[in-house]
Structure formats: C-alpha cells, structure tokens
C-alpha cells in the first residue's frame, strides 16, 4: 500500500500547474530533459495537474540538478549506485541526481553493458512521487516500492502509484 509523508504534506489545495527548472550549470541535453517530461506526464495523466518547465531556475516550483559528492545540502551523494538522487516532500521542490551514476537516457537499460546502468526515467518517476507527496509503497509493482536494481526499467504507474496520488489530489 502507499504511504504519504508525516503531516501529509501536499502542493496546496487548488494547484493546476507545477513549474520546474533545470540547474542551468548542468547544461542538459534536450534528450536529459525530455526524460523529465515523459516523467512528469505520468503522474500528469492521472491527476489534474499540468507541469511545465520554465526557465527561472530559483523561481520555479521544482529544481531539478545533477550534482556529486557533497553539493551543500547535507546530503552527500555516495558515487556509483548507493544513493542515486533524492528528491524532497512537499513543497520542498528540490529533486537532485547524483551524476555519479551511469544514467541511461534512452535506450534499453536491460541491455547496457554496463554493471552499474540505472534508468533515468525510472527514477524520475519515482523522485517525482516524492516532490508531489508519497512516501514508499509496500506494493513490489509500485513505482513507489523502494528498491530497483540496477538495470531494471519501472516507469509505468501501478494501480497503487494511482490510488496514492488521487488521494493528494
Ligand atoms: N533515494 C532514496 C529514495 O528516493 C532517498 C530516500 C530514502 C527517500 N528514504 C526516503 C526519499 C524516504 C523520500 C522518502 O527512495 S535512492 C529508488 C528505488 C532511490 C531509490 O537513490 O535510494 C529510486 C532513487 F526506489 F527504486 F529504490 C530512486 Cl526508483
Ligand atoms: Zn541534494
Ligand atoms: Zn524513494
């Protein structure tokens, strides 16, 4: 089953639209941020909520940021695997990667040569679920259950992803 965060803090009552931004040192790729947006247009689809990117990094509701090691929130990201981002409760915002990873982009990531491959998009899904206010899930299918190995793909909302989110909103 879902969980929702202590206090069940939400984006407030009335939201329509989220706005996110990009940390603009990382200097992204559109195929990086075109992830993002398949992400967001999942939980969009089953919510009334819109998502749009905007340029105003410090002014948009979510900030999205590839960063290593330390990077001056005291959460310290850990290099290969470990911790691969987080992404904080509502109405928080921050939702950080650690580019320490070897993040698939597109592609099959079931097939990377690589060990230590992790899907971007998963993890965005889930980060997002996060930003919008879900805690993990006890369901294995849920894009919320908390582990994913490396190499696996999970981008496709389970019934209880859904339930936890039309609860919100
Ligand atoms: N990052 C953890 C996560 O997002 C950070 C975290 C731990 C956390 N406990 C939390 C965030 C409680 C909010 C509330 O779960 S992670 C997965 C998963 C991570 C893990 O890097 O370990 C995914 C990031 F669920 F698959 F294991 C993305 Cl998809
Ligand atoms: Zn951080
Ligand atoms: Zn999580």
């Known amino acids: 089953h879902f969980t929702l965060f202590p206090g ?3 984006w407030p009552e009335g ?14 790729s559109d195929a990086v941020k075109g992830v993002f947006a398949a992400a967001f247009a999942r939980w969009a689809e089953v919510t009334s909520l819109k998502f749009r990117e905007t340029a105003s990094y410090f002014g948009a509701d979510i900030r999205i940021g ?7 929130d005291g959460e310290p990201f850990d290099g290969s695997l470990g911790t691969l981002a987080h992404a904080f ?12 990873e070897d993040w698939v982009v597109s ?3 079931t097939r ?7 899907d971007l998009e998963s993890v965005a899904v ?10 993990h899930s ?22 209880d992803d859904i339930e936890g989110i039309q609860f919100l909103y």
């Open 8 to 10: 069940m803090p939400r």
């Open 15 to 28: 939201t329509q639209e989220l706005t996110y931004a990009f940390f603009p040192g990382n200097g992204l």
């Open 66 to 72: 590839f960063f290593s090691g330390d990077h001056g």
């Open 89 to 100: 409760s509502p109405t928080n915002g921050r939702f950080h990667l650690d580019a320490a």
């Open 107 to 109: 592609g099959d990531v």
């Open 112 to 118: 990377s040569a690589l060990p230590t491959a992790v």
């Open 126 to 135: 889930h980060e997002i679920g996060h930003l919008l206010g879900l805690g």
């Open 138 to 159: 006890s369901v294995e299918e849920a894009v919320m259950f908390p582990t994913i190995s490396s190499r696996k793909k999970k981008v496709v909302l389970a019934r």
